[in-house]
């Protein structure tokens, strides 16, 4: 059980700091002043990367939490049981 118990643990902290890294990497949603007097000067194509980029990174986000929220409830599930 403490091999299990350390492995979980494990897992827990490199999820944890993958998640921070995605979050990281994501724009913020606020683009500022600029936008909303048409200052944003991207085309189409370079949009269309951007954003499959942040879909991309979004999902990588929400499959993260999950994964920390079940290895969250398993660490004391896993203490129970020793």
Do not use: D, N
Not at 46 to 60: F, N, V
């Amino acid at each position: 059980m403490e091999i299990l118990y350390g492995i979980i643990l494990g897992l827990l902290v490199v999820a944890s700091i993958l998640m921070c890294v995605a979050v990281l990497l994501q724009k913020s949603k606020s683009t500022g002043l600029g936008a909303a007097y048409g200052s944003e000067t991207k085309t189409f194509s370079q949009r269309g990367k951007a954003a499959s980029k942040e879909a991309k990174l979004q999902k990588i986000t929400m499959i993260l939490a999950i994964v920390i929220a079940v290895l969250a409830i398993a660490l004391p599930v896993i203490q129970l049981f020793k």
